[in-house]
């Protein structure tokens, strides 16, 4: 495939697909780098051994999950010209998000509540792994749901249709990019 051919719009979209793909990879190597933190750290003789993530990152798994399923049937509805049933979907999305977050938040407050703290004499670096890792993707959450309010601004606007969906696209990947991060994390942190 020829990267110099096509119309203009045609490479402006190659372009910012790929910015997207080195962005995520940029994004993958970070989390490679804390869990790989994570793993050799995990000999410490103060690593606590029987620690378990508290409910509320279950739930926010669950929770991370439907906002993909919501986004992806977004999409799908857009492109079968439901503008209502994808108005609902992209918002039940961005809701879903928040949720995500309030429920991440939820989880520091059991850990916590279980005597363990990010810094201090309180702290374990089980914990203080978790914290940074948790808030790092959590930055990147909260840069997904900006992302977010402006696919629900540009869907209001009517700017997504059959042949003219970068912008959700782009934003869809996102999305669903750092909803497998967490689940990668998740899965991580619970092994």
């Known amino acids: 495939m020829d990267l110099t051919k096509g119309t203009r719009e045609e490479k402006r979209a190659r372009a910012k697909k790929m910015m997207l793909w080195f962005c995520i990879i940029s994004i993958i190597m970070m989390f490679a780098g804390f869990t790989s933190a994570y793993v050799v750290s995990s000999s410490r003789p103060d690593w606590v051994k029987d620690y378990q993530l508290p409910n509320a990152f279950v739930w926010s798994t669950v929770i991370i999950i439907l906002s993909s399923i919501s986004l992806f049937l977004s999409k799908r509805s857009i492109l079968n010209n439901q503008r209502k049933t994808a108005n609902g979907l992209l918002l039940t999305t961005f809701v879903l998000g928040v949720a995500f977050i309030v429920l991440q938040f939820r989880g520091f407050a059991e850990i916590i509540a279980?005597?363990?703290?990010?810094?201090?004499?309180?702290?374990?670096?089980?914990?203080?792994?978790?914290?940074i890792v948790v808030i790092a993707h959590l930055a990147h959450v909260a840069g997904g749901l900006i992302v977010l309010l402006v696919l629900i601004y540009n869907h209001f606007k009517q700017r997504y249709k059959p042949g003219q969906m970068l912008g959700l696209e782009l934003g869809a990947t996102f999305w669903h990019f750092v909803d497998f991060l967490w689940l990668y994390l998740f899965v991580f942190f619970i092994s």
């Open 114 to 131: 279980h005597g363990y703290y990010f810094t201090g004499p309180a702290s374990t670096i089980n914990s203080s792994f978790i914290y």
